[in-house]
């Protein structure tokens, strides 16, 4: 039972904080209509995550955060300068810019050397949740063991973290992003600073993206911020439920996802390798889809 503390449940309990800390965020998009927002982020902080391993070698939070920020205002400028000498409505700039960003960003990963370290194409793609293991954790006595407790994936602690810190956002600016995300025009007259909320929320998907970059890979913390707080409101149409039901599917998502791409896959096919991540993701698609075939609040759907 400890060896599956180290090698099974370390990696749920990784998968299951980046998607719970993106469905958080996520429900303020899908209520907001920003849905494709997270996969925009998720698009344009590829390059500047790739620049910021190239230049420090190697993949701390502080250089990766930075290099997203970076891809980020060079992205604005980019969209500014295509839509205004391009003459193009602002959706087409954006959509050509993010594509431009993440294929430049995968094309300067396929140039770079990483070493020992474990990113290319397919880890920014598909993550490294498979081998986010703990092999010091085979005994329960490593969990009071400071040595053995060093050896956890960092990816824990830094994703635990970043679950704090949103949590800690939605607790501090909750009125007020509430209030900017349901009516923003009276949220503007009643004083709300509703830039600085956005800009807030927009900083933090960002935040959790990179952080979740590594370890997830694009595919989970895209599908993460918009299928389980899509599937969510279908369930509910009160703001606390929804967030309660789109927590629960993300970490339904992440835990049933591992196990299935793992035990249960083999149950069917056997020999055959299935992505954890992409397993994570497909499972958040079929909760939306039964969510979107059988939940109360459906469209069409009887009150």
């Known amino acids: 039972m400890a060896l599956y503390l180290g090698l099974t449940l370390v990696p749920i309990l990784i998968g299951s904080l980046a998607a719970v800390s993106c ?9 907001r209509r920003q849905s494709l927002m997270g996969d925009a982020i998720s698009h344009v902080v590829l390059p ?9 070698g190697s993949m701390s939070a502080i250089p990766m955060l930075l290099g997203a920020a970076a891809a980020a205002l060079l992205a604005a400028a980019m969209i500014e300068i295509v839509r205004v000498y391009g003459k193009v409505e602002p959706g087409a ?22 070493g020992s370290i474990h990113f290319d194409v397919e880890h920014a793609l598909y993550g490294n949740l498979e081998s986010l293991v703990w092999l010091a954790g085979i005994e329960w006595a490593a969990l009071i063991d400071p040595i053995a407790l060093s050896d956890i994936p960092p990816q824990l602690p830094r994703l635990a973290m970043a679950l704090v810190v949103v949590v800690g956002f939605l607790a501090v600016a909750w009125r ?17 600073p509703v830039r600085l909320v956005n800009a807030g929320l ?4 960002a935040m959790v993206s ?33 967030i309660a039901w789109s927590v629960a599917f993300a970490i339904l998502a992440a835990a049933g996802g591992y196990v299935a791409a793992g035990a249960g896959v083999a149950l069917f096919v056997e020999g055959v390798a ?22 109360p609040r459906r469209k069409g759907a009887k009150a």
């Open 202 to 205: 927009i900083i933090l998907v």
């Open 48 to 56: 500047g995550i790739v620049a910021a391993f190239v230049l420090t």
């Open 274 to 295: 299935v992505s954890a991540a992409g397993m994570i993701a497909t499972v958040a698609g079929v909760t939306l889809l039964l969510a979107a075939a059988f939940g």
């Open 23 to 31: 469905a958080l965020l996520g429900n303020f998009l899908v209520l």
């Open 176 to 192: 007020p992003l509430v209030i900017s995300t349901f009516d923003p025009t009276f949220a503007a007259a009643a004083g709300v």
């Open 210 to 242: 990179v952080t979740a970059f590594e370890a997830v890979g694009a595919i989970i913390a895209i599908a993460m911020l918009i299928c389980p707080p899509a599937a969510a409101r279908m369930m509910t149409d009160r703001l606390l439920p929804q």
């Open 93 to 114: 700039a954006m959509g050509v810019v993010f594509t431009a960003l993440f294929a430049f960003g995968i094309v300067l990963l396929e140039q770079t050397d990483t």
